[in-house]
C-alpha cells in the first residue's frame, strides 16, 4: 500500500456501493489471489472516463473482467476491447461480461498483448495492467493505434511504493522495479504525452496524446 492504510479504508467507504457481480468479483478475486485493480483507483478512472467518454477503449490484461465492466458501466455507449493470456482467466471474462450485459460492446482478444493488434484497431483511450515489466513494449505497441487527444491510464507505476527507493532490498522484486521506474522516466519524457502521476493505489499514471504539430 503506497498510501497511509486509514486514508486508504476511508477513501473506500466513499465509493458508492456497487453491483452484487462487482463486489462477487472483488470477493472472488480476494479469496483467490486474482490480481485486480484496487478500488480507489477504478473509481478515479470510472471519473475520467465520465468526463473524457471515449468511445474505443483497449485494455491490456483482463483477468476475470473486474475493471473493463467497470470500465462499459462508466460509458455506455464506449466499446471495449480487451487482452488477456490466461485460458482460465478468459473463459471466466466472458461469463462475467455476458452476468453483467455488456458481452456485445466487450471484445476479449484471447493471447500475448506483446504480439499487437491489426493496424485498422483505433482506440481514444488505452489502459495499461498487465506485465508490469512489458509496459514499455506495450506502450510502444499501442500508442500508434491512438488517437490524437486520446488518453492512456497505467496502474501500478508506482509498485507498493518501491520505486522511490535508493535501493531495493528484495533481490526477486528489484529488476522489475527498475523496469517500472525506466517506464516511469520513459513516459513521463514522451515527446508525443502530457503525463501525471496520481499516487492512488497502486499508483495510477494519466496521459493525454498531444496532437501532431502540421
Ligand atoms: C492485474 S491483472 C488485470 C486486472 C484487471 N485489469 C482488473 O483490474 O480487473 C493482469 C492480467 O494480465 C494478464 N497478462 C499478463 N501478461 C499478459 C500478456 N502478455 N498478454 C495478455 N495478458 C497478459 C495476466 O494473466 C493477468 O490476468
Not at 155 to 167: K, M, P, Q, S, T
Not at 191 to 196: A, D, N, V
Request: with cysteine; proline share 4%; aromatic share 8%.
Amino acid at each position: 500500500m503506497i498510501t497511509n492504510n486509514l486514508i486508504n479504508d476511508y477513501i473506500d467507504t466513499l465509493i458508492p456501493k456497487r453491483s452484487e457481480l462487482l463486489e462477487t468479483l472483488e470477493r472472488e478475486a480476494k479469496e483467490e489471489k486474482i490480481p485486480i485493480i484496487q478500488l480507489s483507483s477504478i473509481q478515479l478512472i470510472r471519473t475520467l472516463l465520465t468526463a473524457f467518454q471515449p468511445k474505443r477503449i483497449l485494455e491490456i490484461g483482463t483477468a476475470i473482467g473486474y475493471s473493463a465492466i467497470w470500465m462499459a458501466d462508466a460509458v455506455p455507449t464506449a466499446r471495449i476491447t480487451t487482452m488477456e493470456i490466461d485460458p482460465e482467466r478468459i473463459n471466466r471474462a466472458l461469463l462475467n461480461f455476458e452476468k453483467a450485459g455488456v458481452r456485445d460492446r466487450v471484445e476479449l482478444v484471447q493471447g500475448d498483448a506483446g504480439e499487437g493488434l491489426p493496424a485498422h484497431y483505433r482506440f481514444d483511450c488505452l489502459f495499461l495492467d498487465a506485465a508490469k515489466g512489458q509496459y514499455k513494449n506495450y506502450l510502444d505497441l499501442y500508442l500508434p493505434h491512438l488517437d490524437d487527444g486520446g488518453i492512456i491510464i497505467c496502474d501500478n507505476i508506482l509498485f507498493r511504493g518501491l520505486v522511490a527507493e535508493d535501493v531495493v532490498d528484495n533481490k526477486r522484486l528489484a529488476p522489475l522495479v527498475h523496469k517500472v521506474k525506466e517506464f516511469n522516466r520513459y513516459m513521463t519524457n514522451h515527446s508525443q504525452l502530457e503525463t501525471s502521476i496520481i499516487p492512488i493505489g497502486d499508483g495510477l499514471s494519466f496521459s493525454v496524446r498531444r496532437g501532431s504539430i502540421s
